[in-house]
């Protein structure tokens, strides 16, 4: 019998590394709903966040430095990636995800060669624990909670209710649409890349001061992010956070009340389910005509 | 095809109404081995109504995407002095060359009020031009909220020109207006027409319906396999007996 305390557990639990996921999976899927393309880079791109922490904190930079490094030097990589090449072949999807996992070996081998395969432990951000209903959970995680629903909160004003965020919408909608009124594209999927980089960089922090970094940490949340986006509808940003909160509480409550090791399990079970009953996934793309 | 056509009564050649904002010269656009532009020349001066009419697959809106910078080509389309070609197509639209194209091309999950919105992004004024464009079409004020998607095919079209109008054009290409619109729609999309040249826009009208494209326009360019092979004012092409058996029904 399952008591109260293992399902409150599973629930915040579930709902603190959930909201995690989202914020992984929104800037795996703005990329493809805006510029049509798959960055099969994004699962390193949350590695080099986790290292950049790991660097800035190995010179001493501490706390402030680890986050900052985290996020800009991402979004740095992410923009240089799509203007140095992912904007020379965007016509050509395919070639696109294969420049882009071509990437992601280059910058995991780089790993490889500076810090071996050893998992680095990142400078912790925040110390300490909380309880809610008899539970006792890592200060962290609750930052991971607040820090993620902040930023999917700022993208959603930003996307509705600013110029930049309307013209993002516009190209996702139609880009020839979008260049008849004067809007380019190439300027908004550059947005649109660092926008992606910085959220992964953001979760690699969080991740690798949760667990610990290592090169291969990212492929694991390329898997989840592509689970997560097709389960939602790909494209779709609020298909990303149900997909997200579906794939997060499933992998939680399998770890819990069954066995750890099926922990990824989870969302392949999920991707496979969907895939047979809602091929288009939850919300479909529901910018796209 | 011209050597064809009948008797030319109507001469191919090129004349302006006023100073030229759109100068086409020998004009050559392909797909692959498919020549969908062959040499064509057109002057279109500021204020004018230009039309260019002809059958299906005649090269009109291959024409009108060259003239907005979405196709290459070979010749000369030269914008307000300045070469198309040299400018992408965002540019041009800052520089006031709209085109409302034959798809349309809106945004189809927002509604009307952020389709029009978003045609000032780089040019025009919202609240004078809102006005304009809800005196214009009423029905778009009457359905602001509505995502354009759900709206009819006429009501669409009137969306795709209310968001062009919205950017303050100075040369407005109009591909295929009128196309698959009920007779009802086409007198809103005709008044529309008239009220937007009151307003001194220079228009492009790429227009497959002769009629309709004769009741607008000051001069008129029939372009047949990619080639112009008439020019003339809409009352010299009435006399052509070969507009008249070919697209007047006699």
């Keep these: 019998m399952v008591n109260l305390s293992v399902i409150s557990t599973i629930i915040v639990q579930a709902a603190m590394i959930s909201a995690l996921y989202a914020l992984i999976a929104i800037g795996f899927t703005l990329i493809f709903g805006v510029g049509g393309v798959l960055n099969l880079a994004h699962g390193a791109t949350i590695t080099m966040g986790a290292f950049s922490a790991y660097y800035a904190g190995q010179f001493g930079l501490g706390v402030p430095g680890a986050v900052l490094a985290s996020v800009t030097i991402p979004a740095l990589f992410a923009g240089v990636l799509y203007l140095g090449m992912v904007k020379r072949l965007e016509d050509e999807p395919i070639m696109v995800m294969i420049t882009t996992l071509v990437v992601s070996v280059v910058i995991e081998q780089a790993i490889v060669v500076f810090e071996g395969t050893t998992s680095r ?96 940490m990212g492929q694991a949340q390329l898997v989840l992010s592509f689970s997560i986006v097709v389960v939602g509808g790909i494209g779709s940003i609020r298909g990303s956070v149900i997909g997200a909160y579906l794939i997060g509480f499933l992998e939680i409550a399998t770890t819990n009340l069954v066995s750890s090791s099926l922990q990824g399990l989870a969302p392949l079970v999920v991707l496979v389910v969907v895939l047979l009953v809602k091929p288009e996934g939850l919300f479909g793309r529901e910018f796209t005509e | 095809m011209s050597s064809d056509a009948g008797s030319p009564e109507a001469a191919v050649g090129s004349q302006t109404g006023g100073d030229s904002i759109l100068s086409i010269g020998d004009v050559h656009v392909s797909y692959g081995k498919v020549q969908a532009l062959n040499g064509v020349d057109l002057e279109i001066g500021t204020g004018e109504l230009i039309s260019v009419i002809g059958p ?107 968001r062009a109008l919205m950017s303050d054009p100075e040369l407005l290409v109009l591909d295929e207006p009128t196309l698959g619109l009920a007779p009802v729609i086409l007198d809103d999309i005709s008044e529309g027409i008239d009220r937007i040249q009151e307003e001194g826009v220079t228009i492009l009208l790429c227009e497959q319906n002769v009629t309709f494209a004769m009741n607008h326009a000051d001069r008129i360019n029939l372009l047949e396999n990619g080639e112009v092979v008439r020019q003339g004012s809409p009352e010299e092409l009435r006399d052509d007996d070969y507009i008249r058996e070919s697209y007047l029904g006699g």
């Design chain 2, 56 to 162: 299906n697959g005649a090269g009109k809106s291959t024409l009108a995407n060259s003239i907005s910078g979405f196709l290459p080509y070979d010749g000369s389309i030269s914008y307000q002095g300045d070469e198309v070609s040299e400018n992408d197509p965002e540019t041009l639209v800052e520089r006031g060359l709209i085109q409302c194209t034959e798809k349309r091309d809106l945004f189809g999950f927002m509604s009307v009020e952020d389709n029009l919105d978003l045609g000032t992004y780089v040019r025009g004024d919202y609240e004078e031009r809102l006005e304009f464009v809800y005196d214009l079409f009423p029905t778009l004020e009457e359905r602001k909220d509505q995502h354009a998607h759900t709206m009819s095919g006429g009501e669409q079209q009137m969306l795709a020109i209310g």
């Design chain 1, 121 to 216: 432990a990142l400078p912790p951000l925040i110390q300490g624990q909380f309880s809610i209903a008899g539970s006792t959970f890592q200060n962290l995680l609750g930052a991971m909670f607040v820090v993620s629903w902040l930023l999917i909160g700022l993208l959603f004003l930003f996307v509705n209710y600013t110029k930049t965020g309307k013209g993002i919408l516009a190209v996702s909608m139609s880009h020839k649409g979008a260049s008849l009124v004067g809007i380019k594209s190439s300027r908004i999927n550059l947005i649109t890349w660092i926008i992606a980089g910085a959220f992964a960089g953001i979760a690699g922090l969080f991740l690798g001061s949760w667990l610990t970094a290592d090169f291969a």
